[in-house]
């Protein structure tokens, strides 16, 4: 019953759409009357003796009700300039919060709001202690704001509303659930899904419990727009069809809508014929309904006519657009942003047509439209900057715009790109990129974050493009730097700001308790998601838990948002370090590498992959086409690495490898490894190309006799390989406390002898682990190292005792989970890989850890979800986000058998060089010169990489043990020595012996 907030449509179709006209608006004066009535108002009552009063409030009302605005609006304006009712404050403000309601319907936002602060200035001036009728007026001052697009206004607003609500009623006041939705409303039109999910999640409580399904409804249609908006199709269609089960047999706009958006989802999953029969229900909903003549029934006609321009049906959906066009601007000025949209649907049209000129047109007049409604018309409103909604529109202008000019430039110039028609496209791609980085400040979620990365990608990548053209054009070094620095920032932005952050706390002066509670926030937050996944996973979810952790994991998040909000207010410092975009100098890049180290970064397109190759003294850009034998290779490629694969490797499979493991060398290394002629080599791999070992591919193309993996020419018998995420990582400065033991190995192992290798996962039980058990015996025995094992390897002594190593060494079991990598654990429990004596990767998160490096000699340690635009999230990110720079990890289940002579070698060639790339390699190679030819295919061997965020060169590292080789080698000089000596004498007294008896 409490549904405050009226209308709201965002880009195509907003999270927060409308119900059914005429119930929407019999709820809210309702709800008004109900509160009023109900609250015990202690304040001054109107006292109208006149009847003619009475009755013009009923017809006001009657009108009201019947959507006859315009005269309703008349009505009330007699009555509030009546002298009767000016002398009652509080009926006073009644009417005026009636008539900024029903300017608000009208699309007058100005007068809406000028008649919203006249009611605010009553209320603010009657005596007494109920603020209730206040708090409605701030929830409807934040539908306003919402619709003239200042999402920060609109959540100032709900924030009173809800703090008077709070203070007069408590927690349990059923207006707090339309609060809520609301403020949901608010952050999911500013993009940061983590806030809306909660928000709405709180909500929901608040409905369910008052059996209120008209807000039931809404909440559903608004997590629908959530799981639309993350590409999760099935459950946004599985909200869709929940929210319109709610509204039963009704019919209006808020049906209408979520018929709209099942239209849109199924176009999105390629069901096109469902989709257009859902677009016209939606229509024909809306009709039925009587809302037919609304303005907000423009949104319909805009999604359909898209959909129709996609369908090639560019006829019909100029009628639709014209459909669409006369509704928007009879609800709302041109001025207004939301009329932005139809001129980007009339551009898409033109462009459709060729028209290219008239498109721009179209898109310049949509962004002028955009840049000018900053303030609220007809109000004394302060200029604002844009906003997220708003920013989210002009994104799609931008990036419309640059379209249009790279067509209008090909048309030109089909064979040369026109550089002036380019600069053009990149100006705006400039903007489009300055937007997406003011978004990623405002979010504060990680998963709100990922998603603008994925959808954004795109923009970043058209900039390489263009920028890279301009370089081959121009030969300015401007356009290099320009290409590669958006290189570095389509990719791991997520990870840059984090560790952004962390570095922030210490260069800013952060004091340590502030450090401890962000830390301690954000642990409890993950703990809290976690339980509630773990919850939905059973067979029969307990609902009552749930809700309680998600009330929790909503107050907690509320503590953490504000302690943010405080850091970043009290500390410029962190605050400039943790939002600073990751953007990488090709100058500085050079003179931080070494002679002879080769940096070769890749961005991965639609069509094409772009390859910048730095070195200390050279650079250059090279452009590969995307085609589809070269994704047919990779996946042959990675195919070869899985155990079935190695085993029954025949001919036609060593054919296959050999052939994929060359044509990738030939189209991603050769042309930068020819130029150059590299000593090391750091890559910087992009989508596709992340879990790829690159020293695994072939240098040579020839046709090999026999099978012999062994004498392959692979890459990494040419030159160390290593990997890192980003090259701004590469650059950054992020110092963290050094162990007091920075040479100091500690290593875990928490299989013991006693385990059978026959339990493989049997009920939960893992197999046994030998290799891992000799890795760190030979770390005890050689190194000195401090190890724990069995029971000793448990996740409470790892917790209590890693920050006394200088590198980590976990030889176990792993289980990824690719659908919730915050899920994947550590197995420090082998007898059950579900117990909670694992260790979760959102726990790692929350650790600090001293170490220069962590080795994690278990399965898949590199393997977890790929996000577009932030590369793989595994275990290594959960480690670096700990403090970790230096990571070993593996790219699939490598043998145990086979890592434990591997592990050996690194760590013994570790005392000779100054990288673990370097280390790596001579284990590699010394493996493939001593294996037998069975177990040299590449899966036995290629599976650990070097993973670094720092291109400073490590300490030396600690040498072994006294018992070790050399002392073992001294000893036995000193022993030969002292036997020469002995045997020397013993001559020398035999031959005297032998003289005198002569």
């Known amino acids: 019953m409490y549904r405050i907030l009226p209308f709201f449509y965002s880009t195509f179709l907003p999270p927060n759409t409308t119900c059914t006209i005429r ?123 919402i619709q003239t697009a200042d999402l920060e206004a609109a959540k100032g607003y709900y924030e009173r509303a809800e703090e008077i609500v709070l203070d007069i009623y408590g927690a349990n006041h059923p207006l707090l659930g339309s609060i809520y939705l609301n403020m949901g409303v608010v952050f999911h039109n500013g993009g940061d899904i983590e806030k809306s999910r909660l928000y709405y999640g709180r909500s929901l409580d608040y409905f369910v419990h008052n059996n209120d399904d008209n807000n039931i409804s809404r909440v559903f249609h608004n997590q629908g727009m959530i799981s639309y908006n993350t590409g999760e199709y099935e459950d946004a269609l599985s909200h869709y069809r929940a929210s319109v089960d709610h509204l039963r047999e009704s019919h209006g706009l808020r049906k209408a809508s979520s018929l709209n958006n099942i239209a849109r989802t199924y176009n999105k999953l390629g069901d096109y014929s469902s989709a257009d029969y859902y677009f016209q229900k939606a229509l024909a909903d809306a009709h039925q309904g009587g809302c037919g003549t609304y303005p907000q029934i423009a949104i319909f006609y805009l999604n359909y006519s898209l959909f129709l321009i996609e369908q090639q049906q560019a006829e019909v959906a100029s009628t639709y657009l014209d459909l669409a066009g006369k509704h928007f601007l009879s609800g709302w000025t041109e001025s207004h942003p939301m009329v932005a949209r139809y001129f980007l649907g009339l551009a898409r049209l033109h462009m459709f047509y060729d028209r290219y000129t008239k498109a721009a047109q179209k898109v310049q007049f949509a962004i002028a439209m955009l840049e000018n409604s900053k303030a609220l018309p007809g109000s004394d409103s302060p200029d604002v900057a844009l906003n997220s909604q708003e920013s989210i529109t002009m994104l799609e202008a931008l990036k419309l715009n640059a379209a249009i000019l790279g067509r209008k430039s090909n048309a030109a110039d089909p064979e040369n790109a026109n550089p002036a028609l380019l600069k053009e496209k990149l100006k705006s791609l400039d903007a489009a990129v300055d937007l997406i980085h003011q978004l990623r400040i405002n979010y504060t979620g990680e998963t709100s974050k990922y998603h603008l990365s994925g959808r954004e990608k795109d923009v970043f990548v058209a900039a390489v493009s263009v920028a890279y053209k301009l370089y081959q054009i121009t030969s300015q070094e401007k356009y290099f730097s320009k290409a590669f620095a958006y290189s570095n920032m389509a ?70 948002e504000d302690l943010i909000a405080s850091l970043e207010k009290e500390y410029p410092e962190y605050y400039r370090l943790r939002y600073k975009p990751g953007v990488a100098s090709v100058t500085d890049l050079q003179k931080a590498l070494s002679p002879g180290q080769l940096l070769v970064e890749y961005l991965v397109g639609e069509d094409e992959i772009f390859v910048f190759a730095i070195s200390a003294e050279d650079k250059k850009v090279f452009c590969q086409p995307l085609q589809e034998n070269t994704k047919h290779h990779i996946h042959v490629f990675m195919k070869s690495f899985t155990l079935g694969n190695a085993m029954l490797a025949g001919k036609e499979q060593f054919v296959e490898y050999t052939e994929a493991a060359w044509r990738l060398y030939d189209v991603l290394l050769k042309p930068a490894m020819d130029h150059f002629n590299p000593g090391s080599l750091m890559i910087v791999p992009d989508e596709l190309l992340s879990l790829l070992p690159f020293e695994a591919m072939l240098i040579e193309s020839k046709e090999f006799t026999g099978m012999d993996y062994a004498r392959l020419p692979f890459l990494i018998k040419q030159l160390p390989v290593s990997y890192s995420y980003s090259t701004a990582l590469l650059l950054s400065s992020h110092p963290l406390t050094t162990s007091p033991n920075s040479k100091r190995i500690m290593a875990f192992s928490p299989v013991a002898d006693s385990f059978r290798e026959e339990k493989v996962y049997a009920e939960g039980q893992m197999i046994s682990l030998p ?228």
């Open 23 to 145: 119930m929407g608006f019999v709820a809210i004066w309702i709800v008004m009357l109900l509160i009023l009535s109900s609250a015990g108002v202690k304040a001054e009552e109107p006292n109208l003796p006149d009847p003619g009063i009475s009755e013009l409030m009923r017809e006001g009302n009657r009108l009201y009700f019947n959507g006859n605005y315009q005269g309703a609006i008349s009505v009330f304006e007699d009555l509030y300039h009546k002298n009767e009712i000016s002398s009652h404050r509080l009926m006073h403000a009644r009417i005026a919060l009636k008539l900024g309601i029903l300017y608000y319907h009208t699309g007058n936002f100005g007068f809406s709001h000028h008649f919203y602060r006249l009611a605010e200035e009553q209320l603010l001036q009657v005596p007494g202690p109920d603020f209730t009728p206040l708090a409605v007026l701030y929830t409807n001052m934040g539908a306003l704001m």
């Open 491 to 560: 990719k791991n932005a997520v990870l840059a700001e984090t560790l952004g952050g962390i570095d922030g706390f210490r260069v800013a002066g952060v004091p340590g308790l502030l450090r401890k509670e962000e830390s301690s926030l954000r642990r409890e937050l993950r703990s809290l998601d976690h339980l509630i996944r773990q919850e939905i996973l059973q067979s029969e979810p307990d609902e009552n838990r749930m809700r309680y952790w998600e009330k929790k994991m909503f107050d907690t998040y509320r503590q953490y």
């Open 771 to 998: 290799g891992a058990l000799k890795e760190v015996k030979f770390l005890e025995r050689e190194f000195d190292a401090r190890i724990f094992m069995g029971a000793l390897a448990s996740r409470e002594n790892f917790i209590l005792q890693s920050g006394n190593a200088g590198v980590l060494h976990l030889a176990m079991h792993a289980v990824v989970d690719t659908l919730n990598p915050m899920n994947s654990r550590l197995i420090f429990d082998p007898q059950d890989a579900h117990s909670q004596k694992n260790l979760y990767a959102w726990e790692i998160y929350g650790l600090q850890l001293p170490a220069k490096l962590v080795v994690l000699s278990a399965c898949n340690t590199g393997a977890g979800k790929q996000v577009s635009g932030e590369g793989i999230i595994s275990f290594t990110r959960s480690f670096m986000y700990a403090g970790i720079r230096r990571i070993v990890m593996t790219l699939w289940a490598v043998p145990d058998h086979t890592s434990a002579g591997i592990m050996k070698d690194f760590y013994t060639y570790r005392l000779q060089t100054q990288t673990e790339g370097e280390a790596l390699r001579m284990a590699k190679i010394s493996y493939l010169e001593q294996v037998l030819p069975g177990k040299a295919h590449p899966f036995y061997w290629a599976g650990y990489v070097a993973v670094e965020s720092t291109l400073e060169k490590r300490e030396v590292p600690a040498g072994r043990k006294s018992t070790n080789l050399a002392a073992a080698l001294l000893l036995l000089i000193g022993v030969g020595i002292t036997m020469m000596i002995f045997r020397a004498i013993w001559t020398y007294i035999r031959e005297r012996i032998s003289s005198s008896s002569c």
